[in-house]
C-alpha cells in the first residue's frame, strides 16, 4: 500500500462502519498542545467523510470549535492509521438519545500508515462495555443510527 493516500481504502471503510475503537486528536484550546480521546462512536459515510459522536460538553468539541484540525488513528488490516482532516460540528445535542451527544463530521484530507518500519499489528484492539449490557446496546444503537444518517 502506498503510504499516504487521499481518502479511505476499501478495508477503512468497512471497519468504519461498524463500532471500533479509534483515538481522536484534536488541538487543545489552551495550550495549542494534542489532545486525544478514546471513542468506538465512529461510523464512515463514504471513503472521503468520518463521522464520530462525543459528549458534546467534552474537551473534543470544545477544542474543534477553535480548530477544525483532527486527526483518528485506527488499528486494521496489521497496521495503524492517522486519519487527518477538518472536523465541523454537525449537530451540538442529537435527538432522541438519552445522553447529550454531539455529531462531528470529518472531511478527510489524508490517509497515512503510519506503521513503524518492519512491524504488523497482530490483533486489533478489542473492548466491551462495562455498564448494563441492555442500556449499552440501545444506546450503542441510537448513536450509531444517528451517526449512519449524518
Known amino acids: 500500500m ?4 487521499p481518502s479511505l481504502t476499501d478495508d477503512l471503510l468497512q471497519a468504519l462502519r461498524k463500532e471500533t475503537y479509534v483515538a481522536v486528536a484534536t488541538v487543545d484550546q489552551e495550550t495549542n498542545a494534542p489532545y486525544v480521546s478514546a471513542i468506538s462512536w465512529v461510523y464512515a459515510t ?4 468520518v ?7 467534552s474537551k ?5 470549535r477553535r480548530n477544525k484540525a483532527l486527526a483518528i488513528t485506527v488499528i486494521e488490516s496489521g497496521t495503524t492509521f ?4 477538518q472536523g465541523v460540528i454537525l449537530k ?3 435527538e432522541g438519545i438519552p445522553i447529550d451527544l454531539a455529531l ?7 490517509v497515512r500508515d503510519i506503521m513503524f518500519y518492519g512491524g504488523k499489528m497482530i490483533n486489533e484492539p478489542g473492548f466491551e462495555k462495562i455498564y448494563d449490557k441492555e442500556a449499552a ?6 448513536v450509531m443510527k444517528a451517526l449512519k444518517e449524518a
Open 82 to 85: 492517522a486519519i487527518s482532516g
Open 2 to 5: 502506498n503510504k499516504t493516500q
Open 92 to 94: 451540538e445535542k442529537i
Open 137 to 142: 446496546a440501545k444506546l450503542d444503537n441510537q
Open 51 to 57: 463521522c464520530f459522536s462525543v459528549d458534546n460538553s
Open 104 to 110: 462531528i463530521e470529518c472531511a478527510i484530507d489524508e
Open 46 to 49: 463514504d471513503k472521503d467523510t
Open 60 to 64: 473534543t468539541v470544545a477544542n474543534l
